[in-house]
């Protein structure tokens, strides 16, 4: 059996927690706050939490793979039921206006028909269609395995960012759709990252039963059954002699960090998290305003997150795009939002022999999808402890 110790109890954390803890190491996860959950509990923003990204994910059988390797299935402990459709407004250039589409997940029936009724036609999907290899290689070749020292990964679409890759489009609009995906900079990414659109199309996107916290409250419950040791208010870092909690030293075979930031050290922030709450008016629960300052937006509670350069003020962004609430605002603060990705994402990575990043601190503002496949692959790379 082998002392595992999880640094961050976020969805990296717990996920990692409970694949190891079923594969019988010993497993201790570290919070440093009072509360263990991390950013599916929220983002603190104003003295409260808010949603930390749209409440939904893609890729079910990740979630359902989680739950099933390390105990019963998902549906014993929380329910997942279809998410509605993404509020998309795309900035038009003569001769072509702009549009506001409402793209629905999961079918290619629904999502031809929406392009369609918004725009005219559709080259949408049949260029989503060319994307299903270039997925097929991305999972397989890079978010499904673990990177370790000096290991090098040849990703499809080599050579060109998402924003290069998208000009395959010949309609800007849908050029704009294709580039502007949650937490990915399309300068500097690979162009492989264009694949998303296709993978939530493809599989859908889905709501958990209480959303992000549903999500925290279930894996906890699988942890529990587990009987996996999970201490809070415990600052740990990491030293070359090994790790190092509360100043004193801790014994531990493996590492997983999950903190949610590389311990060598994060890119800094560019975009900020905006919370708002209106009176007498509504925004889409999922939305996206193209242009060359993309914003975009998700409901919490009882107001929304709205994404944006640091620079820019979103509210400003989504008037111009027809969604002008600037008067209705009755509240609102901010706080600096996760850097956005850049570089092709290896969700479970190792800087050095018996450490492991997973989560944010692998992958900067890694989804809950990416993290959950690197993850399974810690888990399946570490194997079982011998009996």
Same mark, same amino acid.
């Given at each position: ?240 002699? /090994?790790?190092? #909690?509360? &100043?004193?030293?801790? @014994? ?5 960090? !999950? $903190?949610? +930031?590389?311990?060598? *050290? ?93 989560? /944010?601190?692998? #992958?900067? &503002?890694?989804?809950? @999808? ?5 993850? !399974? $692959?810690? +888990?399946?790379?570490? *194997?079982?402890?011998?009996?």
């Amino acid at each position: 059996m082998a002392r595992v110790l999880v640094v961050g109890s976020g969805f990296a954390g717990l996920s990692a927690a409970a694949r190891l803890a079923k594969l019988r190491h010993d497993v201790t996860v570290l919070e440093r706050e009072d509360e263990p959950g991390g950013r599916l509990l929220g983002v603190p923003i104003g003295g409260e939490r808010w949603a930390a990204g749209p409440e939904s994910v893609t890729l079910p059988g990740v979630f359902r793979d989680l739950f099933r390797k390390s105990g019963r299935p998902m549906d014993a402990l929380i329910a997942i039921s279809p998410a509605g459709p993404r509020h998309h407004v795309v900035p038009g250039r003569w001769p072509r206006r702009g549009a506001a589409l409402d793209l629905p997940f999961g079918t290619r029936g629904a999502q031809h028909d929406a392009v369609v009724a918004a725009l005219g036609d559709d080259a949408w999907s049949p260029w989503l269609d060319g994307l299903a290899d270039p997925w097929d290689q991305l999972r397989r070749g890079t978010l499904e395995v673990v990177h370790e020292p000096g290991a090098e990964t040849s990703p499809p679409l080599a050579g060109r960012t998402v924003e290069r890759f998208t000009r395959g489009l010949r309609d800007r609009r849908l050029r704009r759709l294709a580039a502007d995906l949650a937490g990915i900079d399309p300068t500097r990414a690979p162009a492989v990252l264009a694949v998303w659109p296709y993978v939530e199309r493809n599989f859908g996107r889905w709501r958990f039963d209480g959303g992000s916290a549903g999500l925290a409250a279930a894996l906890l419950t699988r942890l529990r059954e587990r009987k996996v040791t999970i201490e809070t208010g415990m600052v740990a870092e990491l030293t070359p002699a /090994g790790p190092v #909690v509360d &100043g004193q030293p801790r @014994e531990a075979d493996v590492v997983v960090w !999950a $903190a949610g +930031a590389d311990p060598a *050290g994060a890119p800094p922030s560019t975009r900020r998290l905006h919370a708002v709450r209106l009176d007498g008016a509504t925004l889409p629960d999922d939305l996206v305003v193209h242009g060359r300052q993309a914003v975009r937006g998700w409901r919490s509670g009882d107001g929304w997150v709205l994404e944006s350069a640091a620079d820019v003020d979103p509210l400003d962004v989504l008037a111009r795009g027809g969604l002008d609430v600037r008067e209705a605002v009755t509240w609102r603060d901010s706080v600096d939002a996760s850097p956005l990705l850049a570089e092709l994402p290896r969700p479970a990575r190792s800087p050095r022999h018996g450490l492991w990043l997973v989560g /944010g601190a692998a #992958v900067p &503002g890694a989804s809950l @999808e990416v993290t959950g496949m690197g993850t !399974a $692959a810690l +888990a399946a790379h570490l *194997g079982p402890a011998p009996r």
